[in-house]
């Protein structure tokens, strides 16, 4: 089994591919803005047995922490996130734009870049991009979240044509509606009545994604059970659009 950089492992994506990766005997480094507490690390890495927590934050020290004491990367689970700001496209803050620029773009750009060497020299690796379904289909009041995100998937597809001739497999997984505090909590959607009937209405499978679902799609994508598989965008939408 593989040695899988995961970032921002208790937000999005994190916490339903975690239990998942590790159930298929993957080893799992793990990311997490709240990992600069020692306590916090100790504690995931207590809950799920496995994982080395990494308390780096920037690129490059990440790379150095995750490499330190077993040099090779085998796939990258590019799990980033941002909280949404809601508001008019005239209204936007540049600091938010730029700050949702730095965390969902150039900080997976950066990770790909250190990654990417070893990669080619070993003619094997994987990445997952967790992006997002929402530039299918754009909401108002969300055009900076849209549009970093949309970036994200052109940067994954642009890197699967630069690296499918060197054995690399690049895919993005895309979810809308996939249950997260960040971005659907449980008390808005799935505790409220009238949250339920939104979801209801908005999505034809009728409710949210669940995170292990989602962990599954992810451990697809990492398996390497289908190398040609590659350049691809996934969405975990539940039928949306």
Request: negative net charge; proline residues 8%; aromatic residues 8%.
């Amino acid at each position: 089994m593989g040695r899988i950089l995961i970032t921002n492992v208790l937000e999005y994506g994190g916490p339903g591919t975690v239990p998942v990766l590790l159930r298929e005997g993957h080893q799992l480094v793990c990311h997490d803005q709240s990992f600069t507490d020692h306590a916090v690390r100790a504690q995931f890495m207590r809950e799920h047995p496995g994982t080395v927590c990494v308390a780096a934050q920037e690129p490059e020290d990440i790379y150095r922490e995750a490499t330190g004491t077993h040099p090779t990367i085998d796939a990258f689970v590019s799990n980033d996130a941002h909280p949404n700001t809601r508001s008019a496209i005239e209204e936007i803050r540049l600091d938010d734009l730029r700050a949702t620029f730095e965390a969902v773009l150039v900080f997976p750009i950066r990770l790909t870049q250190l990654l990417l060497p070893a990669m080619k020299q070993r003619r094997a690796g994987t990445f997952v991009f967790v992006t997002s379904a929402r530039p299918r289909r754009p909401e108002p009041g969300f055009a900076t979240p849209t549009s970093v995100r949309a970036a994200s998937t052109a940067f994954a597809m642009a890197l699967a044509k630069e690296t499918a001739p060197h054995g690399i497999q690049v895919n993005v997984a895309a979810p809308n509606y996939l249950y997260s505090e960040m971005y659907y909590p449980r008390a808005q959607f799935i505790d409220d009545a009238e949250g339920r009937q939104h979801i209801a209405r908005a999505v034809p499978a009728g409710r949210l994604g669940t995170p292990e679902e989602f962990g599954e799609l992810v451990a697809f994508l990492v398996s390497g059970r289908s190398p040609f598989t590659t350049g691809q965008v996934i969405d975990f939408t539940g039928g949306w659009p």
